[in-house]
């Protein structure tokens, strides 16, 4: 028997409704993950992707359709899944320290050996000598690796990152990315990254997949195989074969300038 997929999205539909009419984000969409696969999204603006996570975190109902994570349907928010939105949402009248700590203190979590784990992704961040600051006292990237910490300080299952990395200069993109992939592998996590950056999404995912226009469906799936020595996402990029994906994802997003 096929081990069953850790995460099954099965036919969703979302529809907004607002006084301007309705918008469907949604339609048709369905997707298989399996439990340590590392899935990158990428589609036009506004196609339904921070949506689609919406749902997977389990703080969206879909208009129809389903999802189930370990065959149980998703109704709510669980401690499984670990999500980063799109805005950093860090509460403005906590401290960094005080923040990074708040997924720890929900799940009532915090301990001697969690926060010693925050610490020292604080460190590794850079972000140590800001424990104590408050979120307005920090540049755009600051407060999206602080973001980003809080995420991994409880440890899920399951990660999703909607554009977490955006908000980082080049050169701390490209070394975050590369330990954020080192420890999904190492610990065995699941991730679905959301991203506008083509090479960022093929660099780190065992599968791109590409969503249609709004409504936004699955338009197609990339398997990545790269011939590269070592699975970074900064070895990955040197691959001959890094390219070809490129030029056929940026065709597939029908992007026009
Ligand atoms: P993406 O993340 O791919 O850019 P979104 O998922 O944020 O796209 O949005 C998809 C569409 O749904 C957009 O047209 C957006 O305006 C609309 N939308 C998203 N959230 C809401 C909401 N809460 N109410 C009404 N419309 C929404
Ligand atoms: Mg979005």
């Known amino acids: 028997m096929l081990p069953s997929s850790l995460v099954k999205i099965q036919n969703i539909a979302m529809i907004f ?72 949402q860090l509460f403005e009248w906590r401290t960094i320290w005080q923040n990074v700590l708040l997924g720890l203190e929900v799940q009532k979590k915090v301990n001697a050996k969690t926060e010693e784990a925050a610490a020292r992704l604080l460190k590794r961040y850079g972000l140590v000598d800001f424990k104590n ?33 955006s908000a980082l200069d080049y050169q701390t993109r490209l070394v975050v990315a590369d330990e954020v992939k080192q420890i999904i592998v190492s610990e065995n996590k699941t991730a679905i990254l959301v991203t506008h950056d083509i090479s960022e999404a093929i660099s780190m995912a065992d599968r791109v997949v590409v969503f249609s226009r709004r409504p936004g469906s699955v338009k197609n799936i990339h398997t990545i195989t790269l011939s590269c020595q070592g699975n ?6 040197e691959a001959v074969e890094f390219k070809d994906y490129f030029q056929k994802i940026w065709k597939e997003l029908d992007i026009h300038v």
């Open 133 to 165: 600051a408050y979120p307005s006292q920090l540049s755009g990237g600051m407060r999206q690796r602080a973001a980003l910490i809080r995420t991994l300080a409880i440890s899920p299952e399951i990660l999703l990152l909607d554009e977490a990395f």
């Open 232 to 237: 970074t996402p900064l070895k990955r990029r």
């Open 17 to 88: 409704h607002s006084a301007e009419g309705e918008t469907v984000a949604l339609k048709d969409f369905s997707l298989e993950i399996q439990h340590g696969e590392f899935i990158s999204m990428v589609g036009p603006s506004g196609c339904g992707k921070s949506t689609l996570l919406n749902i997977l975190a389990g703080l969206l109902k879909p208009t129809s359709g389903s999802v189930f994570i370990k065959n149980q349907k998703v109704n709510a928010p669980t401690f499984q899944v670990g999500y980063m939105p799109q805005s950093d």
